[in-house]
């Protein structure tokens, strides 16, 4: 049975549209759905809408999206309508925030369900959790890291790839692998495939594979740098902490002992030097000073590993 009011709060539209996907599944097949936005619309026309039957006599379910800046211009009004918010129809705010101070935040909080549409503490958990209700998969941890490492935190585009996943591999167990292999993330891979050469000491094989890189993508230099401060990051932290080594993760489908190996043969202070030696390439590349592909690749050659 639908509510009457439903305040959907919080930043992300992913779960912002699955939860009002959820609620229109709760109403009558005759439902009458109306988006309204709330910077623009006016109070009596959606008051109106609120207060009245449908035309083919089914519920109402009118969205106001930005409805923190409608009530901002109509808080009175509004609050004297949530006391009395008529049953025969649903109103759903899409509200970016509730400031618990405002008298109407505790109107809404007494008479409608509010959910949380904010992004989750815990990606990692989330992640796991959604492949494995929404996608029936069993995403192994190092599966789960390496999609939020590739793809970043945006929830719409982890749940597309978890829904490619279920179609290659309905049922099954993801593994590391698996992800390092989805086509979706093929600019991104080529990227690791550096770093990964480089982790096996192979700087010739890393400049071959830059060289592929800039054939197919001219700005390539941005990813590549990113990569390259993480990898080298990666090699001090070991270095300097080895028992204490955080992202073992990334090397296991690699061959942790060869990164062990790789790093052991530049040693911390020269990872030291070439770390300063990436921030001014860095800087050179975003002041538009030099050539970012040629300089990508003389940093690749100064790697001592020949």
């Not at 599944?25 to 005759?30: L, N, R």
């Not at 207060?51 to 009004?77: C, E, H, P, T, Y």
């Not at 061959?255 to 990436?278: E, N, S, V």
């Amino acid at each position: 049975m639908l509510k009457s009011v439903y305040a959907l709060v919080g930043t992300d539209s992913f779960l912002f549209s699955q939860h009002l996907r959820a609620i229109m599944e709760e109403a009558p097949p005759d439902a009458q759905r109306l988006d309204v936005d709330g910077q623009s619309a006016e109070l009596p026309d959606v008051l109106d809408e609120l207060r009245s039957f449908a035309m083919f006599g089914g519920r109402k379910v009118l969205v106001l999206r930005n409805a923190n800046d409608f009530i901002s211009k109509f808080r009175q009004q509004m609050e004297a309508f949530l006391t009395k918010a008529p049953e025969q129809n649903t109103l759903v705010l899409r509200l970016g925030a509730l400031n618990k101070r405002e008298k109407i935040v505790g109107i809404i909080h007494k008479i409608a369900q509010v959910i949380d549409c904010n992004p989750p503490a815990h990606m990692q958990k989330w992640l796991t959790a959604r492949a494995t209700e929404a996608h029936q998969l069993t995403l192994e941890s190092d599966a789960a890291r390496w999609m939020l490492q590739l793809i970043g935190e945006d929830l719409g585009r982890l749940d597309n790839e978890l829904a490619k996943l279920a179609l290659e591999s309905p049922g099954s167990k993801i593994t590391a692998r698996q992800v390092q292999r989805t086509v979706a993330f093929q600019k991104e891979q080529e990227v690791v495939e550096m770093t990964n050469a480089l982790a096996l000491g192979d700087v010739p094989l890393a400049v071959r594979r830059w060289r592929q890189m800039l054939q197919s993508d001219s700005s390539a230099e941005f990813r590549a740098i990113t990569w390259l401060f993480m990898w080298l990051e990666d090699v001090i932290q070991f270095l300097a902490l080895p028992g204490k080594f955080a992202n073992v993760w990334r090397y296991r489908t690699l061959g942790l002992a060869h990164f062990q190996k790789t790093a052991g043969r530049i040693g911390l202070p020269a990872a030291a030097q070439l770390l300063r030696q990436l921030t001014e390439l860095d800087y050179r590349c975003k002041t538009g000073v030099g050539s970012p592909a040629q300089s990508v690749e003389r940093f690749l050659l100064s790697i001592p590993l020949q």
